[in-house]
């Protein structure tokens, strides 16, 4: 009896509080109503191109054929994934995936911090505009053109040679786009030009939040730029900087596979060839479905990994993370 009162009691608090959120739920969704309407497109989009995609994830255990759905394929297990870590390519690709992710980060990832912070010297309004709509320019061109660019500008006629023949720096032309030793720089290099103007707006939005009065009292203690710069400019933007590197490190074995497909070609594989590049020769080009979807789930298993472990230490070191 006492156990049946208490159901009884349980179960009216309970539809009681359920007819209350429902009141406040719908009370905040009128309310900002046209805020949750801006939101939808977002939603929408995630839930067709990132959730539900994911139920095809299950191929890469199973023998998937073009033609037989992918619930009526025979499982496999982990033959896949043996296969990838077993296979020839696998140390070359690892290594090849962290050099590149490695070397993005330290050189492109500092370098619209330090776009932003000699924007932000700037005092010529103009020459300020103008220097940023020419730095942001890159980012907007389609890149297939970039790549386009780069491979017409370093071929063995190409611009870049001819300056180097005529300023006297080589008696002969230089293969830049053969030789596996250029390939890293000519990625890094081109990454920092089209992506350094673009990815500097969060950095100078930052900027704006810094306190005015901070620089005027450290003006008045007689500090000069340069003790304004580390004392002030780059404590205020931490934050930012924090949250932005430890989504880069996030993304440290997805290194950009489509701007690594546009530009290498067998003759550099040694150093061009990335787990996103051998993800599309063996899943588009070979058909091998299966074997592709393990090696991109095992991608993203280790891209998971990185940022918790990413975030936890930036949570211990800064107080700063992303949750």
């Known amino acids: 009896m006492i156990f049946t009162a208490i159901n009884i009691k349980l179960h009216g ?21 046209y805020l949750y309407l801006m939101l939808a ?21 199973k023998d998937f ?9 025979p499982w496999a297990g982990l033959k896949y ?14 290594v090849n995936t962290v050099k590149l992710s490695v070397l993005t980060l330290v050189f492109c990832f500092p370098a619209p911090i330090i776009l932003a912070l000699l924007l932000n010297e700037m005092k010529n309004k103009l020459y300020k505009s103008l220097i940023q709509t020419f730095s942001y320019l890159p980012h907007f061109i389609s890149l297939v053109v970039i790549c386009g ?16 023949i005529t300023l006297g720096l080589s008696q002969e032309s230089i293969s830049f786009m053969t030789s596996p030793g250029w390939f890293r720089s000519i990625y890094v290099i081109s990454e920092i030009w089209q992506n350094a103007g673009w990815a500097s707006i969060i950095y100078l939005a930052a900027l ?10 450290a003006i008045i203690d007689g500090a000069n730029r340069w003790r304004q710069l580390w004392n002030i400019t780059l404590p205020g933007i931490t934050p930012t900087i924090v949250i932005l590197l430890i989504m880069n490190i996030g993304l440290i074995m997805s290194v950009g596979g489509d701007k690594v497909i546009l530009l290498y070609n067998p003759s550099i594989y040694e150093t061009a060839d990335v787990i996103s590049s051998f993800v599309y020769r063996r899943g588009i080009k070979d058909a091998s ?17 990185i940022l918790i472990l990413a975030n936890k230490i930036s949570k211990k070191l800064t107080e700063s993370s992303l949750w």
């Open 13 to 33: 608090y309970i539809k009681k509080s359920s007819k209350r959120f429902n009141k406040l739920f719908i009370k905040e969704l009128l309310k900002n109503r």
């Open 289 to 305: 479905f299966s074997f592709a979807s393990a090696v991109g789930l095992f991608n993203s298993a280790i891209n998971f990994i």
């Open 208 to 217: 704006t939040g810094i306190d005015n009065y901070l620089y005027e009292a």
């Open 65 to 73: 054929k073009p033609g037989v759905s992918v619930w009526d394929s």
């Open 41 to 61: 497109p977002v939603l929408v989009y995630f839930i067709l191109f990132s959730y539900l995609p994911m139920y095809g994830a299950q191929i890469a255990f």
């Open 81 to 94: 994934f043996h296969q990838f870590f077993n296979s020839y390519y696998f140390g070359r690709l690892i």
């Open 149 to 164: 660019m780069i491979l017409d500008f370093l071929k063995p006629e190409g611009l870049i040679n001819r300056l180097i």
